[in-house]
């Protein structure tokens, strides 16, 4: 199982650098985004028709700090940050030359990006769902959140996770991929035994540590047999 685990992993693709000319951004576009206090800004391509790319500013407003703050998972390893299970994040998306707002503009982002990722057209992208917290099949290994799940028509159903603030592919899932991370989680992270996770990780610990024992007795048990019989 953990062979398959790396085989099944592979490395995801970037998106290529934004490049902007400085006149399709104005003062205009800078006041609309930031006319409340802002928690975040970042600058994005936006795909609006399909073909031209356009600059737009991702805003998070300030707000947002109480109904989305990033806290720590109390489930998942400490050092990951996750939101808690329920928020919804507050994004805002605006044109970055008329200052135009786009609705669902993020969303709408996210499936471009999926499309550019999975070489798919736009009747084969689904619905998006936003994800805060690490659980199921988006782990704490994927590192981002918060990110918005991307459904597909594709028979493998495959998912794609997009981080809205900085455009990366977070994950891709099929339902294979699925399946092979909860044997994964069954086989190797004992996620089968109704125990909290310390306590299953201080298990998980201990057998690694006696099974390491097993092998240093065996070689030395090895060894000494092989000095006795040279005498």
Known sequence: SGLLHLWQKTPHPSPSPAVFAVDQL????????????????DLVAFDRHGSDSQPAWLVRPLTSIAVGAMTADKHEHQHHAAHQAGDIPDFR???A???????DGVQQQAKNLARFYANLSTDQIGETQWVTRFS???GFINKRLPVLKV????ADGLRL???PS???L???VTDWDAFEGTVFGYLHKWNMLPLPKLLRDAMLGLMAGLFGLVVLLGCSMAYFRLRHRQK
């Open 161 to 163: 996770y997009i981080e």
């Open 166 to 168: 900085t455009g990366a």
């Open 26 to 41: 104005s003062h205009q576009g800078w006041q609309a985004a930031t006319q409340h206090p802002i928690k975040r800004l």
């Open 170 to 172: 977070a994950a891709q």
């Open 97 to 103: 030359e008329s200052g135009v707002e786009l609705p």
């Open 93 to 95: 998306l605006f044109v």
């Open 151 to 154: 459904n597909t028509t594709q």
């Open 136 to 138: 199921g099949e988006y």
